[in-house]
């Protein structure tokens, strides 16, 4: 399991105390208005934080390290190969292709090509379907640590084989790549 420093997460999605900082600083400020009203938004908004760190450590205790690839620094694309089948047996093989925030990440910046470790977690939107997962969510593991050795770690963890399936299936998509979901 990888041990998340929150300042590097941090630097990665600022967006995600922002978020809950505003509403805190709304809940204080109505407070002047409505102490009653000022009082449940700044509630709501701390104790949402606290869930989303709870969601985050959660993400990293029950993901699948899987490997990624930057596709286009300047777009902050990355790819990951997944088997998208959620009851084993013949793989159903799907690249994601994901925009996510590397350029804070540790490490950075990164070169097309260059290989990353991903905590990613698997979902599934259709409710009649359960046979296969429909999105994944991919977090780089540089997002989450600035301890160099945890990175090095996780990279070296992920087979030979599947760097090779997701490189084979990277050369196969059409240039350029857009962020999506795609059958290879």
């Given at each position: 399991?990888?041990?998340?420093d929150?300042?590097?997460?941090?630097?990665?999605?600022?967006?995600?105390?922002?978020?809950?900082?505003?509403g805190?600083?709304?809940?204080?400020?109505?407070?002047t208005?409505?102490?009653?009203?000022g009082?449940?938004?700044?509630?709501?908004a701390?104790?949402?934080?606290?869930?989303?760190v709870?969601?985050?450590?959660?993400?990293?205790a029950?993901?699948?390290?899987?490997?990624?690839?930057?596709?286009?620094?300047?777009?902050?694309?990355?790819?990951?190969?997944?088997?998208?089948?959620?009851?084993?047996?013949?793989?159903?093989?799907?690249?994601?292709?994901?925009k996510?925030?590397?350029?804070?990440?540790?490490?950075?910046p990164?070169?097309?090509?260059?290989?990353?470790?991903?905590?990613?977690t698997?979902?599934?939107?259709?409710?009649?379907?359960?046979?296969?997962?429909?999105?994944?969510?991919?977090?780089?593991?540089?997002?989450?640590?600035?301890?160099?050795?945890?990175?090095?770690?996780?990279?070296n963890?992920i087979?030979?084989?599947?760097w090779?399936?997701?490189?084979?299936?990277v050369k196969?998509?059409?240039?350029?790549?857009?962020?999506?979901i795609?059958?290879?």
């Amino acid at each position: 399991m990888i041990k998340i420093d929150f300042r590097v997460l941090l630097k990665c999605y600022p967006g995600e105390v922002l978020f809950y900082a505003v509403g805190v600083i709304v809940g204080i400020a109505l407070l002047t208005v409505s102490p009653a009203l000022g009082g449940v938004v700044a509630g709501i908004a701390i104790v949402a934080g606290f869930m989303n760190v709870y969601t985050w450590k959660g993400h990293f205790a029950a993901g699948a390290l899987m490997p990624a690839v930057v596709v286009n620094p300047d777009k902050n694309l990355i790819a990951v190969l997944a088997d998208m089948n959620a009851q084993g047996g013949k793989p159903y093989l799907m690249l994601k292709i994901a925009k996510r925030p590397i350029k804070g990440a540790t490490g950075a910046p990164f070169k097309k090509g260059s290989k990353l470790a991903t905590v990613t977690t698997f979902h599934n939107t259709n409710l009649v379907d359960k046979k296969r997962w429909t999105d994944i969510n991919p977090i780089v593991v540089n997002c989450a640590t600035g301890n160099r050795k945890t990175i090095k770690r996780a990279l070296n963890a992920i087979d030979e084989e599947e760097w090779d399936d997701l490189m084979r299936a990277v050369k196969k998509m059409k240039q350029p790549m857009k962020p999506g979901i795609y059958p290879v």
